[in-house]
């Protein structure tokens, strides 16, 4: 299989008429336990002259011993980064797809501590849909592009950096609950994971709302 190398054509072109791009990316979206996490980097004109690091990839695609290693080169890179999150409760109470709007609405509020505007920037968002803007977000010009965490090196970024830090919670809450084994499943749908499910019931960590008994296996 050919690997496609992110690039930063895209984001040369918003930059003409953009001060900043910044690229958000979600993982954990199909998980059956524990948060959602969505990454986001900006990028500015100096940046976007540089290498794009090497290894970068979507997150899908990189391997996972050296998943903290690329993050740290990303994270180096971009003139900014974060990682927003949304409860296992809060997918229960408001859905996956406005729990995502909610965590990207945090990880901007967390660059814009760092000095990141997103009022000024394009947001770049991998996928087809606009989960922000009716999660509550106002003042933002967001652009879904499809493979954008394949194909942009922002957005591959962002995916891999929250990707790290998603995984590191939740094998930081394996010793927590040992039998779900999450520090080899990271809460997806794996065999071991649906067995512990049948034996022991749901923990706190799942999102109860879910028909997790027929939740297909991911691994």
Not at 55 to 77: C, F, I, M, T, Y
Not at 78 to 90: F, I, Y
Not at 120 to 125: G, N
Request: glycine letters at 6%; charged letters at 25%; proline letters at 5%.
């Amino acid at each position: 299989m050919t690997v496609i190398e992110p690039r930063l054509t895209l984001e040369r072109r918003l930059l003409r008429e953009h001060p900043v791009v910044i690229a958000c990316d979600e993982v954990g979206r199909g998980a059956l336990a524990g948060p959602v996490a969505v990454g986001a980097v900006a990028v500015d004109a100096p940046r976007s002259r540089k290498r794009v690091p090497q290894g970068l990839r979507d997150s899908k695609l990189v391997p996972e011993h050296h998943r903290p290693a690329v993050a740290a080169r990303a994270a180096s890179w971009v003139a900014a980064s974060a990682v927003g999150w949304a409860s296992a409760d809060e997918i229960d109470e408001i859905g996956i797809m406005r729990a995502l709007g909610l965590a990207t609405i945090r990880a901007l509020a967390d660059l814009g501590a760092h000095g990141v505007d997103a009022s000024e920037a394009i947001v770049l968002l991998d996928g087809n849909y606009d989960y922000i803007t009716p999660a509550g977000a106002s003042n933002l010009r967001v652009r879904p592009v499809i493979k954008a965490d394949r194909d942009c090196a922002s957005a591959a970024a962002a995916s891999v950096i929250a990707k790290v830090a998603r995984d590191t919670l939740m094998t930081g809450l394996h010793d927590e609950s040992p039998a779900y084994q999450w520090s080899r499943n990271k809460g997806y749908a794996s065999p071991e994971h649906r067995a512990a499910i049948r034996s022991h019931g749901l923990s706190r960590h799942h999102r109860s709302s879910w028909s997790i008994a027929d939740a297909p296996t991911l691994f």
